[in-house]
């Protein structure tokens, strides 16, 4: 198989082009850039392999300890998932499940949430567990977070994956 000759005119249009490329470094730098702006855009590494993540997929790994939130206050809610975190840390566990409901369904979910953090109940857990979790306080020791397979709670309950207990 030949190649074909390429005409003058060819070799002008393409070194013409080729001085009007933009480098790849300054791409790399705007994109640093926006990952400091935009954190949440970043891939987070979850410090699990994929087996673990498969296992966990498909509800193979059983829960070695459990926290339900559902009745809790806001702050209630926030104050035991962070001793439950830390407890469980320090005990070594590994993977622990946090049940916080789906949230309220028909005429009720519709009312304004109470702002008062002592008395708000309807669905602030499922929304906000994730957060807290991801909090220094906390993040610190959490390999991973991600909704629960369907037998342990489906979409009302959360996987934890705790990071190995430094000596």
Known sequence: MTRRKVSDEERVL?????K???PLAPIAVAKKAHEKKHPATVPKHTGLDGRTI???RRGD????????????????GHRA?????QGAYNRGLRLVIVVTGKGQKGPA???PFDLELE?????VHKMMAPRWLAEPELARLVADVRGAHRSHGGTGALYVYLRKKER
């Open 14 to 18: 393409f070194e013409e082009s080729f």
């Open 109 to 111: 979910a519709d009312e």
């Open 61 to 76: 790994l059983e829960p070695q300890a459990r926290l339900d939130l559902h009745g809790m206050t806001e702050k209630n």
């Open 81 to 85: 998932l962070i001793t439950f975190v």
């Open 54 to 56: 498969e296992r966990l």
């Open 20 to 22: 009007r490329a933009v």
């Open 119 to 123: 008395t708000r109940r309807r669905g």
